[in-house]
């Protein structure tokens, strides 16, 4: 089956640097890569996906890229805020079999104020 | 616009107890999850229904067993609990297999 693999798992950064967390997926056929922000107390929530047709995708501050070849994939967030601070969850959906994600292990990414 | 509802949001048992954790969604999603999450794990797939009518043994099902009890809901029983299943669970939905989750915000469950 699927295994994603996800580093790092803790980042710290200050306040208006970019962030980047990286994971790397082992089936070629995954063709659907989400990525999760799980705030204290809450569920995981969707902030951005990608698809394997795509190379990136941003959304304001956040964007995503993918390397098939690689078969890895990377958040970036930009001009970091304290909102951000949250753990990171990236996610792998294979093209072939049933229809559930293969999650990361997560990132708890500190804004440094 | 609930979204994914779970109950209880907190409980505790007693080895050996048994109970259900609700779930239920108003988005007239056709797929339904349950995972666990536990500190430096991750989420761990215990079981899905990918359509009603459906249910399907995850990465983590042993001592779990769920119901599909209509399109809307998907419960999670535990039948003996045991420590090891103390963590928090989440259910979560999807439209189908092109669309991402949608998560509830979890039952956090210690048995002691």
């Known amino acids: 089956g699927e295994n994603v693999e996800q580093h790092p798992s803790t980042l710290s950064v200050q306040e208006g640097d970019s962030a980047v967390i990286k994971c790397t997926y082992s089936d070629s056929a995954s063709n659907y890569f989400p990525w999760y922000k799980q705030e204290l107390g809450k569920g995981p929530q969707l902030i951005i996906d990608?698809?394997?047709?795509?190379g990136e995708k941003k959304d304001q501050r956040i964007a995503v890229t993918l390397n098939k070849t690689a078969k890895h994939f990377s958040l970036h967030i930009t001009e970091t805020q304290p909102e951000d601070s949250a753990v990171y969850f990236c996610?792998?959906?294979?093209?072939?079999?049933?229809?559930?994600?293969?999650f990361g292990t997560g990132t708890r990414l500190t804004i440094i104020p | 616009n609930a979204g994914v509802t779970q109950t209880p949001k907190f409980q505790v048992l007693k080895t050996g107890q048994s109970m259900t954790l609700q779930c239920a969604q108003d988005m007239n999603h056709n797929s339904m999850y349950w995972y666990r999450q536990d500190p430096g794990m991750g989420l761990r797939l215990i079981y899905y229904?990918?359509?009603?009518?459906?249910?399907d043994k995850g990465e983590v099902p042993n001592g779990y067993n769920v119901s599909r009890l209509n399109k809307r809901e998907f419960s999670l029983r535990l039948e003996s609990a045991a420590p090891s299943q103390t963590s928090v669970y989440f259910c979560?939905?999807?439209?189908?297999?092109?669309?991402?989750?949608?998560f509830g915000s979890g039952t956090r469950l210690t048995v002691v």
């Open positions: 979560a939905s999807s439209r189908d297999r092109n669309y991402g989750y949608t």
């Open positions: 990608i698809r394997s047709n795509v």
């Open positions: 229904s990918a359509s009603e009518g459906t249910t």
């Open positions: 996610a792998a959906r294979s093209n072939f079999g049933n229809e559930k994600l293969t």
